[in-house]
T-cell receptor, first 113, second 112 residues
Framework: DQQVKQNSPSLSVQEGRISILNCDYT??????FLWYKKYPAEGPTFLIS?????DKNEDGRFTVFLNKSAKHLSLHIVPSQPGDSAVYFC????????????FGKGTKLTVNP | NAGVTQTPKFQVLKTGQSMTLQCAQD?????MSWYRQDPGMGLRLIHY???????DQGEVPNGYNVSRSTTEDFPLRLLSAAPSQTSVYFC???????????FGNGTRLTVT
């Protein structure tokens, strides 16, 4: 039973355009969400996070939006660059703190020059 | 600063063999964990540790053992490898509660 769902396995966008990656969750008790980026043959790296007390968090070209009523979050990348091509994972702690982090299946983003 | 170091990078085992995947971190992090990544499955938590001498099970612990004798090291043991354990294994650590995980570059394991 997937608690964090990324329903789009892949996404392709043109350089300079906006990339929107989506994530849905089932547990209304989740109160903190993270996005990780993964290049081939490397480990995931942390990108951005958001607490449930906020509905938006921004870091440079990356913005995460949280809609608690819809149990949905999205990662916006503007403008997209070829170096953003990677697999993006949405994740959430299943209990207080991040002892047990559950991940979505990931979305592979390809940014075309 | 090396961060999280995993060895080996690649390993091929025959069914029934045993091996230990090594993980070391130099950030003085109390929390360490092991994940496996399978195609189309995301990352799934195997075991984790909140400090030396303390370990607990994650989502998919069967077939794996861990111990934490030092803050720096968190080895993952496969006592009798099975083809279902073919996967990419990632070790991760973090500092304070809710801080992001730092991942190693993974060990790709194939069990034939």
């Amino acid at each position: 039973d997937q608690q964090v769902k990324q329903n789009s396995p892949s996404l392709s966008v043109q350089e300079g355009r906006i990339s929107i990656l989506n994530c849905d969750y089932t547990n209304s008790m989740f109160d903190y969400f993270l996005w990780y980026k993964k290049y081939p043959a490397e480990g995931p790296t942390f990108l951005i996070s958001i607490s449930s007390i906020k509905d938006k968090n921004e870091d440079g070209r990356f913005t995460v939006f949280l809609n608690k009523s819809a149990k949905h979050l999205s990662l916006h990348i503007v403008p997209s660059q070829p170096g953003d091509s990677a697999v993006y994972f949405c994740a959430a702690p299943t209990q207080g703190g991040s002892e047990k982090l559950v991940f979505g299946k990931g979305t592979k983003l390809t940014v075309n020059p | 600063n090396a961060g999280v170091t995993q060895t080996p990078k690649f390993q091929v085992l025959k069914t029934g063999q045993s091996m230990t995947l090594q993980c070391a971190q130099d950030m003085n992090h109390e929390y360490m964990s092991w994940y496996r990544q399978d195609p189309g499955m995301g990352l799934r938590l195997i075991h984790y540790s909140v400090g030396a001498g303390i370990t607990d099970q994650g989502e998919v612990p069967n077939g794996y053992n861990v111990s934490r004798s030092t803050t720096e090291d968190f080895p993952l043991r496969l006592l009798s490898a099975a083809p279902s354990q073919t996967s990419v294994y990632f070790c991760a650590s973090r500092g304070i509660l809710n801080s992001p995980l730092h991942f190693g570059n993974g060990t790709r394991l194939t069990v034939t």
